[in-house]
């Protein structure tokens, strides 16, 4: 009788490991765009058109920031902005978990969020967290790995506690407090809740800047050691994937982020291409070697200092796509040949190839020739109605910072596997996901 209740316990524990191990490696939960009804930042007042120029200059700001941490890697000033990006996440934090809506930041490491007392912060929609009130939470000390991750972010308080300042462009944008460890749960769209313990972030006790007003705080998913895919390394392998939908659809559907088992990109159509680490190592780098516009091969013909062979960011959170000066009009010239039309202005100075009559536009397919992966672009990624009658190319030229932004990652299934230094892009229906 013994053995038989001794067999059915250890059955009954492997059942419970391996259904709780499949949960852990594979879930995906919603991205809510900036400007979705689901986002805090929606107006409905506002027009797509308006919505779209804002997104544009939301873009020019992260490059300018990109760039300035790219020049100035150890400067504990230079970090991009969040609260001008493009997507949302909701997680919790803490035992029992309080809900969190953050900036899913590709650009950022830190996770962080404002929490009781808090000198001089900015309002949230959302309760402050209090610490006291988690069973699990818990400051880090000094000697801890995650406070050495921190670098020239991080200092030792008379307490030996880990004291962390993020400072984001301008001095009088900052966040500052304890580095903290807490349970973090995600929702999954295909079940319960995942909790992962022990994940570290920043308890916010002070913050400055009125940009961050009406989220909670920031989800980083860059490939420094402190974001939130290389804290679940071991339990999601370095691999998440997203899916974004068009900014025109209509659907209801949400665009998705994928971790583990669930963020592995692989099948028919798959392209992949070395992710490249440069400096810092929070930022995703590729090697664009080229553009096609139909038959008609563009070099990549930027400035090629970087010794790492990388020359373009890809980032989920600037929309629009920069180029190297050069590179763009070759591929403007290319592109307005093989566009039967007369080109005409944007009256708001954005967009340098506008054209009207939509309806009856011939684009060309643009393939982006990374190291490895052609990727083809249609003129859903190409292109942008920016007013009622007026259609626009979403690239522009930029002399300081190439990126590659998310209006061409659209209707891609886009892969980053970080143990492997990987990127894939699959073609996909992204309402349908």
Request: charged fraction near 15%; proline fraction near 6%; include cysteine.
């Amino acid at each position: 009788m013994k053995c038989l209740i001794f067999t059915l316990v250890v059955i009954f524990l492997t059942h419970f490991y391996e259904h709780l191990d499949a949960e852990i490696e594979g879930f995906t939960t919603d991205l809510i765009s900036h400007d979705s009804p689901r986002s805090p930042f929606y107006n409905p007042s506002e027009t797509k058109y308006q919505r779209l120029q804002k997104a544009f200059h939301r873009s020019i700001l992260r490059g300018n920031h990109f760039s300035a941490m790219t020049a100035s890697p150890n400067d504990i000033q230079s970090d991009v902005i969040p609260g001008r990006l493009e997507y949302l996440m909701n997680i919790s934090l803490g035992t029992p978990p309080v809900p969190m809506l953050g900036i899913a930041d590709t650009g950022s490491d830190l996770i962080w969020r404002q929490c009781r007392p808090c000198d001089n912060c900015y309002e949230q929609d959302e309760p402050l967290f209090d610490p006291e009130t988690s069973e699990t939470y818990k400051i880090l000390s000094c000697d801890n790995e995650f406070c050495g991750d921190l670098g020239q972010k991080g200092y030792c308080g008379n307490d030996k506690a880990c004291i962390y300042y993020y400072g984001y462009g301008t001095g009088d944008r900052f966040t500052m407090g304890y580095l903290s460890s807490d349970t973090l749960t995600i929702g999954s769209t295909e079940g319960d809740p995942v909790s992962f313990p022990g994940v570290a972030f920043g308890c916010a006790h002070r913050t400055g800047g009125t940009y961050l007003e009406k989220h909670v705080g920031l989800i980083g998913l860059g490939g420094g050691a402190l974001s939130l895919v290389k804290q679940l390394d071991s339990q999601v392998g370095g691999q998440f994937s997203y899916c974004l939908i068009p900014l025109s659809s209509d659907s209801t559907a949400s665009s998705k982020i994928n971790f583990g088992r669930n963020g592995v990109v692989s099948g028919s159509g798959t392209v992949s291409t070395p992710l490249i680490r440069g400096t810092p190592d929070t930022i995703y780098y590729l090697k664009l070697e080229g553009m096609s516009v139909g038959s008609t091969r563009v070099e990549f013909n930027g400035f090629s200092a970087r010794e790492e062979g990388n020359n373009i960011v890809i980032d989920s959170g600037t929309t629009i796509t920069f180029l190297p000066p050069d590179m763009y009009s070759e591929v403007e010239s290319a592109l307005a040949t093989a566009i039967s039309g007369q080109p005409t202005s944007d009256p708001n100075g954005n967009f340098r190839l506008c054209y009207s009559g939509g309806s009856n536009l011939q684009v060309p397919t643009i393939t982006v020739h990374f190291t490895g992966a052609d990727v083809q672009l249609s003129p859903l990624n190409t292109f942008i109605q920016a007013q009622e009658d007026l259609f626009c190319f979403t690239m522009i030229p930029s002399s300081d910072f190439f990126i590659f932004g998310n209006l061409a990652q659209v209707n891609f299934l886009v892969g980053y596997d970080l143990n492997n230094n990987m990127v894939s892009f699959k073609p996909t229906d992204c309402t349908k996901q």
